[in-house]
Nanobody, 114 residues
Framework: QVQLVESGGGLVQPGESLRLSCAASGSNFWFYGAGWYRQVPGKQRELVASITSGGMTKYADSVNGRFSISRESANDTLYLQMNSLKPEDTAVYYC????????WGQGAQVTVSS
C-alpha cells in the first residue's frame, strides 16, 4: 500500500517561493501519472499540476508559468516548485495519482499573506 506524505508548506509573503515534497512510499506510484492538488475550505479539490509516466507536465491556467512539477523516481518523491506566490494560492496542497487514486495524505498547508 502506497502512503503519501506531503511536506514543505508554510507561511510566505506574496512573491516568495516554496517547494513542496511528496514522499510516495511503495511501488507503482508513477504508473498512472502523478499530480499536485489543492483545496480551500468550502471548495472542491483541484488539480494544479500533473506529470505523466513519460514525464510530460501540465498545469492549471492559474499556476502556469509560476509552478513547476518534477519527480525523483529513484526516491519515489514528487516535487512542486512554487514561485511568485499569490494570496489566492493559499490552500492545503496534496499529492496523488491522476487516476486510480490512493488514500489522501494529510496535505501541506500553504499560506500566502503579507
Amino acid at each position: 500500500q502506497v502512503q503519501l506524505v506531503e511536506s514543505g508548506g508554510g507561511l510566505v509573503q506574496p512573491g516568495e517561493s516554496l517547494r513542496l515534497s511528496c514522499a510516495a512510499s511503495g511501488s507503482n506510484f508513477w504508473f498512472y501519472g502523478a499530480g499536485w492538488y489543492r483545496q480551500v475550505p468550502g471548495k472542491q479539490r483541484e488539480l494544479v499540476a500533473s506529470i505523466t509516466s513519460g514525464g510530460m507536465t501540465k498545469y492549471a491556467d492559474s499556476v502556469n508559468g509560476r509552478f513547476s512539477i518534477s519527480r525523483e523516481s529513484a526516491n519515489d518523491t514528487l516535487y512542486l516548485q512554487m514561485n511568485s506566490l499569490k494570496p489566492e494560492d493559499t490552500a492545503v496542497y496534496y499529492c496523488n495519482r491522476v487516476s486510480h487514486q490512493l488514500t489522501w495524505g494529510q496535505g501541506a498547508q500553504v499560506t500566502v499573506s503579507s
